[in-house]
């Protein structure tokens, strides 16, 4: 079992930046591939970005702005969200599945309970 909980969602202004952090129990955290979803209001939960061991994978509309990282000794993953675009308005969920090479897989066993990104033209 693994528990998530994300922070640093908030209300920016475009081309503002933001760091998502989602902090993970348990002790096989870097056991795990860890993603983020997001989804915006009358859409589908969208994957953006996921990480293995080393490796990434970003959607098309955020690579280049977003950059995905974890630290293994604080069983936590960062999503660091910069030139941020009104179109990036959504609850930010984080997520885990095990085995590290799942990371471009768009499923996910664990999630944790979302955070709101806000931004403003």
């Known amino acids: 079992q693994v528990q998530l909980v994300e922070s640093g969602g908030g209300l920016v202004q475009a081309g503002d930046s933001l760091r998502l952090s989602c902090a993970a129990s348990?002790?096989?955290?870097?056991?795990?591939?860890m993603k983020w979803f997001r989804q915006a209001p009358g859409q589908e939960r969208e994957f953006i970005v996921g990480?293995?061991?080393?490796?990434?994978y970003y959607t098309d509309s955020v690579k280049g702005r977003f950059t995905i990282s974890r630290d293994n000794a604080k069983n936590t993953v960062y999503l660091q969200m910069n030139s941020l675009k009104p179109e990036d308005t959504a609850v930010y969920y984080c997520?885990?599945?095990?085995?590290?090479?799942?990371?471009?897989?768009?499923?996910?066993?664990?999630w944790g309970q979302g955070t709101q990104v806000t931004v403003s033209p």
């Open positions: 997520a885990a599945q095990g085995g590290v090479s799942s990371y471009k897989s768009t499923s996910a066993t664990y």
């Open positions: 348990g002790r096989t955290f870097s056991n795990y591939a």
């Open positions: 990480i293995g061991r080393s490796s990434t």
